[in-house]
């Protein structure tokens, strides 16, 4: 059984595509053993709570410094124990000593084709807004494991959707969730679980 933990910050429709596709088999031998947001008006708590999942919430507001901060949020990942941690729309970067431990076992959904518009400051709508701007035809999602940088450790799983001439960052955004973030984010995690992408060991 592959346990994940998914870390999440807003709305959570890409925390949702996981526990459907868990739901539906399409996802083997998974259980989401826990649910962690930065932000405590985050809906994807509700969806998780909804579900019965354990759900936690470690802002940063509630610290005095981003050490404690991140010290009290990488105690918390520990001890939800997961074998694979899931960035599902989590805006917090990763802190150096949580890459080091657990290599190879996070992984993130980012709403382009990578190396196009990502990095410090790409992040939601600002990534659609960046793409319009810049005049793509074409634009889509990557999954790809964290490493130390910002949006460059290894690529997983990409998958290319159409820019329309009418589209704005919103209408862009949801056709890259419906027609990759929600497909490919799923099928990696199904990778995974039965054993095609092969993912680090606990240390
Ligand atoms: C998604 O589009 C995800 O790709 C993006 O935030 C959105 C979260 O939506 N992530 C990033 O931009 C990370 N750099 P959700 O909360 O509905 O899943």
Not at 166 to 177: G, I, S, W
Request: charged share 20%.
């Amino acid at each position: 059984m592959l346990k994940l933990c998914v870390l999440v910050s807003g709305g959570g429709t890409n925390l949702q595509a996981i526990i459907d596709n868990i739901a539906n088999g399409i996802i083997p031998d998974t259980e989401i053993v826990g649910v962690l947001s930065n932000n405590r008006k985050a809906f994807a708590l509700e969806r998780a709570k909804n579900h019965g999942i354990p759900a936690v919430c470690v802002s940063p507001k509630d610290y005095p410094t981003r050490d404690l901060f991140y010290q009290a949020f990488m105690e918390t990942v520990d001890r939800i124990d997961p074998d694979l941690i899931v960035l599902a729309g989590f805006l917090v970067a990763i802190p150096a000593p949580m890459v080091q431990k657990y290599q190879r076992r996070i992984i993130n959904i980012h709403p382009s084709l990578i190396p196009s518009f990502c990095g410090v400051g790409y992040y939601g709508l600002r990534v659609h807004q960046a793409a319009l701007e810049r005049g793509v035809k074409i634009t889509g999602a990557t999954v790809h494991f964290v490493d130390e940088g910002t949006d460059t450790g290894e690529i997983l799983m990409q998958k290319a959707v159409e820019v329309q001439d009418k589209d704005t960052p919103e209408t862009l955004q949801k056709r890259v969730m419906e027609e990759a973030e929600w497909k490919i984010l799923p099928q990696v995690i199904a990778m995974a679980a039965n054993g095609t992408l092969k993912i680090g060991e606990r240390t």
